[in-house]
């Protein structure tokens, strides 16, 4: 069992069922199990806070085929076509769809067990004044951090402070992004400067995480009309920013990194896998995940891996073509860690192409490599933590505002050159100035299936572009998957390129502005939440 400072047997404690497949992983009907009892030591502060923690250690596999699978990258052949995920990948949204409803129950529950924390420690007699501080601070944090993630996927939507309360009546998105600039805020006063684990926040996790929200709020996320003035068109609305907002993205940024506390891991492969977990600098925020015995199995790696070295199998998860691999340096590390396609089976011996004409390649992040055989064993484990929050992402915040602002590009540029120069071992790729779409392009290189691409083609305005780019890909192409049977396909293979080519002319076909946010889910047991009116198109 990991070790973690917010106790991991109060994480344990809220957690019930063990998974093992994607379609039951972390996001679906599990229910956090709230404490009634008095908060009265410090012990108890610290146990009722990881309560709210506790339910984004089960965020993990639903949350990627969201912000992934709709997007032009990344398609999913979760079982059945009909299965959840398969029905994202070719843009089919209900607000059924379990993925849905898993991570807008997992959020809301973060809040709720997040005032819950707030209310009963600020009313402890008991509790140390630094105790306080610090567990009221974590649980501001959380809840700012769930209601980024809401106000981004659905847009408008209830502001909730109060304990045992139900609001359902939508706050304009403005409202919201005050509340979370406000909760983040007051985290990142009462925070510590450092911890020893990546699992606890600091000050610059806040910071961090304001970053992240300034740049998003500073870009002009649309609003209810705004989305019903484009539902059914197929071109991007106009790009606009709030420069106060994004200057604020710069200085939040800069708070990190004046800090001096974290920095770019060195090697690039060090940031991953089980070996590394609590390996610094890099990280600024880990969500423990200690597998599937004890309820917090982290299925990124089964989705992503499923069938690990039998490529007649279709995975849960993986890119949408081998394009980006085929175009993109070979010398720069990320590729094989982004788009991995080949590995040395350590049972058998034998060395393993995961390309075409039999399969494409897989999303390499979640593949373990820091223990023997771990390629066959960590998908079924599902033991690696989740990192949602590292350095590199404040680099590039800091720099795409800065661009955005039309403001100092040689510090812009120098920040997407110590990406690349890690990424290359050296400075022989730096670039000599900077523009939106090389930094845009970083994001990409930087950041593959560490759910970011839904995210930056909205604040983009770039989602139906995106998403109508899928015909410049190879197996878009009929004539392309065809040509398997002549390439020595078998079978198999020709029948998983022609779901690809599927999946992709489903996600051209659809491509529209009602993408620009998702649906308002049912609960999970399918009844209505009440919050009106539904977004556009759905």
Same mark, same amino acid.
């Given at each position: 069992?990991? &070790? ?8 344990? +404690?809220?957690?019930?069922?063990? #998974? ?29 806070? +990881? ?130 600039? &406000? ?9 510590? %400067? ?41 071109? %991007? ?10 200057? /604020? ?33 890099? /990280? ?22 499923? #069938?690990?070295?039998?490529?007649? &199998? ?83 915040? /800091?720099?795409? *505002? ?20 890690? *990424? ?6 730096n670039l000599t100035s900077v523009t939106l ?52 396909? %078998?079978? +198999? ?12 002319? +489903? &996600?051209?076909d659809k491509a529209s502005g009602k993408y ?11 009844? %209505? ?10």
């Open positions: 069992m990991k &070790k973690h400072l917010f106790l991991s047997a109060a994480i344990a +404690a809220s957690l019930s069922v063990a #998974f093992t497949s994607c379609s039951s992983s972390n996001d679906d009907e599990n229910k956090v199990i709230t404490d009634e009892t008095v908060v009265n030591t410090d012990a108890d502060a610290v146990s009722i806070t +990881a309560g709210a923690y506790a339910t984004w250690s089960r965020f993990s596999s639903g949350y990627s085929f969201i912000v992934e699978s709709a997007t032009s990258g990344t398609i999913s052949f979760e079982g059945e076509e009909s299965a959840a995920g398969p029905v994202i990948s070719r843009l089919e949204l209900e607000p059924t769809n379990s993925y849905f409803t898993g991570v807008w129950a997992r959020n809301t529950q973060a809040i709720a067990a997040a005032n819950d924390a707030i209310a009963k420690i600020t009313a402890a007699e008991g509790v140390s004044a630094q105790t306080k501080s610090l567990t009221i601070a974590r649980s501001k944090l959380i809840r700012g951090l769930a209601y980024s993630i809401l106000v981004q996927l659905f847009g408008e939507v209830p502001l909730n402070l109060t304990p045992g309360t139900e609001v359902t009546t939508r706050s304009n998105i403005d409202e919201v992004y005050a509340q979370i600039v &406000k909760d983040l805020e007051e985290a990142a006063a009462a925070l510590p %400067d450092t911890e020893t684990l990546p699992s606890n926040p600091t000050k610059s996790t806040a910071w961090g995480l304001l970053s992240r929200v300034y740049l998003a709020w500073g870009n002009n996320p649309l609003s209810q009309s705004q989305v019903q003035a484009i539902v059914n068109s197929r071109q %991007d609305p106009a790009v606009s920013y709030n420069n106060t907002r994004l200057q /604020k993205a710069v200085e939040y940024a800069d708070k990190v990194i004046n800090a001096g506390k974290y920095g770019l891991q060195p090697n690039y492969d060090d940031i991953w896998g089980t070996g590394n977990e609590t390996r610094g600098p890099e /990280k600024l925020l880990t969500f423990v995940k200690d597998g599937d015995a004890a309820g917090s199995g982290n299925h990124q790696t089964h989705c992503s891996f499923t #069938f690990a070295f039998d490529v007649q &199998k279709d995975n849960h998860i993986g890119p949408s073509n081998h394009d980006r691999w085929a175009n993109w340096d070979a010398s720069d590390k990320r590729r094989e860690w982004s788009y991995t396609s080949h590995l040395v089976n350590a049972e058998t011996g034998a060395d393993v192409s995961f390309l075409p004409p039999v399969t494409l390649p897989r999303f390499g992040k979640y593949i373990d490599h820091t223990y023997e055989n771990s390629f066959n064993i960590c998908i079924t484990k599902n033991d690696l933590d989740r990192i949602e929050l590292r350095y590199a992402e404040v680099l590039l915040n /800091k720099a795409e *505002a800065l661009v955005e602002l039309g403001q100092d590009n040689a510090t812009a540029t120098n920040l997407i050159n110590q990406l690349r120069e890690r *990424a290359f071992g050296n400075s022989d790729h779409d090389d930094i845009k392009q970083e994001w990409s290189y930087e950041f593959t299936y560490e759910q970011k691409s839904w995210y930056n083609q909205v604040r983009w305005k770039t989602l139906i572009a995106d998403l109508l780019s899928v015909e410049k890909l190879t197996y878009f192409d009929q004539a392309n998957v065809d040509a398997i049977t002549t390439r020595g396909g %078998d079978n +198999a293979a020709l029948q998983f390129f022609q779901k690809v080519h599927k999946h992709l002319h +489903a &996600k051209y620009y946010r998702f649906p308002i889910p049912t609960g999970q047991e399918g009844e %209505d939440l009440g919050i009106k009116p539904q977004n556009p198109g759905y």
